[in-house]
């Protein structure tokens, strides 16, 4: 049998009416996003640093369970799309299709060719 872990309590709470006479989990909002998702803020997405890339996917991510959409691929890829600017803007416009469409692989794209300042040189032992 297969252990089951549950989310850190900070991100679930107990909703005493949410099932007649029980209770089930219901999602919090996350505590000091990266970025300030209110209504209104713009975030923004240069291509500068790799930590700038690492708390865009995170940011990406978050905005995306916040809608429900945390599956929805598509959805996010285009998000992330309207949110680059600069660098990034131009270097997004150059991937091919099937990668800007698709949230899997845009954020490996990303990840890879912004966040790789922050990983070891490979050895050749």
């Not at 679930?12 to 996350?30: D, E, I, Q």
């Not at 309207?82 to 990840?111: C, F, T």
């Amino acid at each position: 049998m297969q252990a089951f872990a549950l989310p850190p309590p900070e991100v679930v709470s107990r909703s005493r009416n949410a099932t007649p006479g029980g209770t089930r989990p219901t999602t919090k909002a996350f505590k000091n996003p990266p970025y300030n998702m209110s209504e209104g803020s713009q975030l923004t997405f240069r291509g500068s640093s790799a930590a700038e890339a690492e708390d865009f996917v995170q940011a990406v991510r978050r905005k995306a369970w916040a809608e429900q959409r945390q599956f929805d691929y598509k959805w996010m890829a285009a998000y992330a799309a309207v949110q680059m600017s600069g660098q990034a803007l131009r270097w997004h416009m150059s991937l091919p299709r099937d990668i800007q469409s698709n949230w899997g692989k845009l954020e490996a794209a990303i990840l890879d060719r912004y966040a790789t300042d922050q990983l070891p040189a490979p050895s050749n032992k």
